[in-house]
């Protein structure tokens, strides 16, 4: 990952704790709050405000909570609710779309679409099948879709929402796309993080054993 992009990421769980403290009727945060929050140093949480002009508050008085939230919003472009399609509303696609949390992080799923549709609507929100997904996303301006589809699906859907418009999107799929100049792609393959967490578990037991015996 860039450097800019571990950048934006920081941006994005300030803005996370930022509500989540908001929620609680809190009015101020320190940086020391949010640095021990997601696990990094307040001088970098300073160096984040300073560089992207978010100089409100300081040390002793703290930032005032609204504001960073604004000044955030502004900068990430999220000071809207962002449209997005699920693409595949199968098991995991019905469950993202079933997830209240996207709304409080102002995600608004507005569609799913699916090749085979069972449910006209899932909590409310409307399926409808591949055929008038073009549409759809020019009338509505969708630019980011969540896919959901099987393995041998995703090239071909991948093809389909760059015809649409997409220009960005989360994998679901159990198969890594690659981003292009048109579209960017963030891949999340659940089973892979299972694994790796499961070897990253393995190799402290085996460090641990080693330096009992040694």
């Not at 079933?98 to 102002?106: P, T, W």
């Not at 980011?144 to 960005?168: F, M, N, W, Y």
């Not at 960017?184 to 330096?211: D, H, M, P, Y």
């Amino acid at each position: 990952m860039k450097a800019s992009d571990d950048h934006t990421t920081r941006l994005i769980k300030y803005k996370r704790i930022l509500i989540q403290l908001k929620s609680l009727g809190l009015e101020k945060v320190f940086s020391s709050n949010l640095g021990d929050a997601i696990g990094i140093n307040p001088t970098l949480v300073r160096k984040d405000f300073s560089i992207m002009n978010m100089t409100q508050g300081n040390r002793k008085g703290g930032y005032r909570i609204s504001e960073l939230i604004d000044s955030l919003n502004n900068i990430l472009g999220t000071s809207e609710l962002q449209d997005v399609v699920v693409i595949g509303c199968g098991n995991l696609g019905k469950a993202l779309i079933k997830h209240e949390a996207f709304y409080k992080e102002g995600i608004n799923i507005s569609a799913g679409f699916d090749s085979n549709p069972r449910e006209a609507e899932i909590n409310g929100i409307p399926i409808y099948p591949m055929e008038i997904l073009m549409n759809y996303v020019t009338q509505h301006e969708i630019r980011v879709a969540i896919l959901c589809v099987p393995a041998g699906a995703a090239s071909h859907t991948r093809d389909k929402l760059s015809e649409a418009g997409i220009q960005g999107i989360l994998n679901f799929a159990p198969v890594e796309l690659k981003s292009t100049e048109e579209q960017k792609i963030q891949n999340v393959n659940i089973c892979l993080e299972i694994e790796n967490l499961f070897f990253q578990i393995s190799s402290k037991g085996q460090a641990l054993r080693s330096t009992k015996t040694n």
